[in-house]
């Protein structure tokens, strides 16, 4: 397969390889990452043709571009080696075209015109006669230089043929600050488009967002072709009751006119109001209907996480009472707050149901920074978890979760009776805190995180001071060897200089002895 | 809300749910309204196997609407002329949507209730539709 370089946007790093993927399973297309790098915009991928390449790159929200790749070298002459060996067979093509060539750098300081020219000018053995273009060439060409942080020189190269933009530019149309109808909860325009990418939302297929809101993720499915639908627990978002969350505006605003916006009003069956935990939606696992279920769910800290229920058990008298009055009109059923991790099961078992075969659900997670994040990821025999994607934080951050509907022949039976055999304990109460772990850790500004931050600081540099004394112990000990050894060697220099002199005497007496020819006294 | 909706729509009590007759829920004193849509064949074919056709069926009668075909159609109905076959690497031809194709588009993605009740079946709760939004909110004593 030919290798392509993927231009990508330097922005949610860990959602790139996800959505590059993701959208080479909705084009039908075999991709092979070959080279990427999480520092790095540049990544190389192979790809079946330039077909397939366009089809892949056209949707992408993180990605700039796709380029056809003919050479790459930590300098150029490594570059023009690799192109003059691996490039010949293509030169012929472009030999009459109108043409551009351009250098980007990333993260490189400006060059002066006279250094690109002479860039530029040692390429001229590709032999290209044809007219140089800026404006819509037949072929255009880059040169991409890679610096690291700070460097003066490129760290690599790479020779690349424009293929397609991409579709990046989505996330100006649907910026949230030009969309008719928002609330205090909508999700940013990119990271919504993103999610939809990740899903696999393609045309033809059939998107649920069961905590819609204003109905950021179903526009954004809706975007990319799916047929929508969402609902809410909270009518009046749906219907635009509630109030804008733009400040000082006024007049009708509903989720229906958001898709008049965009234009994809075809596509949205309508909203309606429900609660996930009574569910009006047909749910029949011989007879699943959904392509995908996209959703953030409510977190229980800007907007609620209730369901439908009486916060204590509801006494026969109320229920009397509720009886009689419900079809008034403003009637307002009970609600009640829930455990965030049984909603969460909530849903997983609620996409087990509805999801077709190979169908995705695409959901948002918030974890404190300080929780083992493997083991805080639900999962269930009948879903594949295909990615998890970070947005990180100061203390906390969230993720994004993408399982993939098993066949049935992929679900491991026995995990799955283990299942529904044991019943999953879930925190009590009746407080939305103690519901809630990740609620009670925010609102107490991640404190426990902070305390046991402070702790580990405390422990190191205890550990530090317990290590400083030691080696100062370690020094003292080797210092007193040393002079001891120094006295030893100075003990022993004497004894031998004393013995030097005591020979030197002996042999001068004898000298003088032999001089003044006495016999030695005995 | 588009009829199709309708077709995925069951009542929301737990209780009701395991039982047959709380599917489809019945359209009361509806107000209908024809919204013009573009027709989308890509997502016809993929969601007609998908369909109860006989709930389908009863709901457009019970609605005044003109008959539906007592079988289902399949996909290759929904193509004037038929799906064609094409080779590996072929474009595929441009599809036109049949008589079928634009009947069931017109009843399915275009026919909207505006205003009414959902009723169930089996315990005969009303849900009511305001503004083309169905609510489905149990009362106190439901849930």
Redesign the interface.
Known sequence: MPAYLVRLAQIHESFRKAELLALAEVAGAELEIVKYDDDSPYCIVNLPSDAAAKAVASRAMLVQGIYELWGQGSTYDELRAHVKETTPTKWSTYEHCTFSFRIERYRGVQAPAEYTHAIVDSFRFLGFKGKWQFKNPDASFRIFEDYLLDAKEPHHLYLGRWIADSGRDAKNVYDLKKRHYISTTSMDAELALLTANIALAAPGKLFYDPFMGTGGFPIACAHYGAVVTGSDIDGRSIRGTGGSARRGQTGKKNVQMNFEQYATASQYLGGFVSDLTNTPLRLDAQAPWLDGIVCDPPYGIREGLKVLGSRDLATPEEKAVHAKNYQAEGYVPPKRPYSFTALLDDILAFAVVTLVPGGRLSMWMPTANDEDIELLIPSHPCLELSSVCVQAFNKWSRRLLTYRKRRPSEVDAAALEALETRKREYEQGTRASDLNDFRRKYFQGFREFEDMKKEFIRMKVGAGIRKEEASAEADLLEATQTSAKAKVEAAKQQVEAATKTEESAAAKADQLNEHFKVEPSI | ??L??L????????TC?TQASS?P?HPKDSELEI?E??M?L??L???LP?L?WEELRLICKELGLPDLPPTAPTPNDLVEGGIQEVADGQQPADEQPSQTAKDLHRVL?ET?IQEGKLVCGCCGHE?AV????????????L?
């Open positions: 809300m588009k199709l909706t077709n995925f729509l069951t009542c929301a009590i737990k749910k599917f829920l919204i849509a573009d989308n890509p997502f074919k993929n969601i998908r109860m993605l909207c849900y305001k503004e083309g939004v169905a609510n489905f909110l149990l009362p106190g004593h849930v």
